[in-house]
């Protein structure tokens, strides 16, 4: 069992992060969140194992290997699977594991087709709209699931 380890996992284009539309999603890159969030997960005594992918199969695998091992949560920026993956919300739902759904930006604020989310009917909760901050949000979300 890994009660103190915490899956963040980011989907399709979330490694472009600083680069990509700066104005919608940030300067910040993955690696700027990263290494914030292993800061707070140590002095929330907690475990951080981060990881992006463009592939689906990869982070449905990842949903999974969290079941498998324990994990206390899974914070998950599925990007743009997130509106279209029926894969990502049956292997939550198959897993133990709550799901804290993550968006930099507020999808509610965008175009239409992102206003729908696969995602937030199986996730134990959702943050949106505060850029990278809605990580941090998420790993105090998640701590508090312990106690």
């Given at each position: 069992?890994?009660?103190?380890?915490?899956?963040?996992?980011?989907?399709p284009?979330l490694?472009?992060?600083?680069?990509?539309?700066?104005?919608?999603?940030?300067?910040?890159?993955?690696?700027?969140?990263?290494?914030?969030?292993?800061?707070?997960?140590?002095?929330l005594?907690?475990a951080?194992?981060?990881?992006?992918?463009n592939?689906?199969?990869?982070?449905?695998?990842?949903?999974?290997?969290a079941g498998?091992?324990?994990?206390?949560?899974?914070?998950?920026?599925?990007?743009?699977?997130?509106?279209?993956?029926?894969?990502?919300?049956?292997?939550?739902?198959?897993?133990a594991?709550?799901?804290?759904?993550?968006?930099?930006?507020?999808?509610?604020?965008?175009?239409?087709?992102?206003?729908?989310?696969?995602?937030?009917?199986?996730?134990?909760?959702?943050?949106?709209?505060?850029?990278?901050?809605?990580?941090?949000?998420?790993l105090?979300?998640?701590?508090r699931?312990?106690?």
């Amino acid at each position: 069992m890994s009660a103190n380890l915490v899956f963040v996992l980011n989907g399709p284009n979330l490694n472009l992060l600083g680069s990509r539309e700066p104005d919608v999603y940030g300067r910040e890159t993955l690696d700027d969140i990263a290494a914030r969030l292993s800061d707070q997960a140590e002095a929330l005594g907690l475990a951080i194992d981060l990881r992006q992918s463009n592939h689906e199969g990869h982070l449905v695998d990842w949903l999974h290997e969290a079941g498998a091992r324990g994990a206390l949560a899974v914070i998950l920026n599925a990007g743009a699977y997130t509106h279209t993956s029926i894969a990502l919300h049956d292997a939550i739902k198959a897993i133990a594991v709550p799901v804290i759904e993550v968006h930099l930006s507020n999808p509610h604020a965008r175009e239409a087709f992102r206003h729908v989310s696969l995602i937030s009917a199986v996730a134990r909760g959702s943050i949106c709209g505060f850029g990278a901050q809605s990580y941090a949000l998420a790993l105090d979300a998640a701590v508090r699931l312990r106690q």
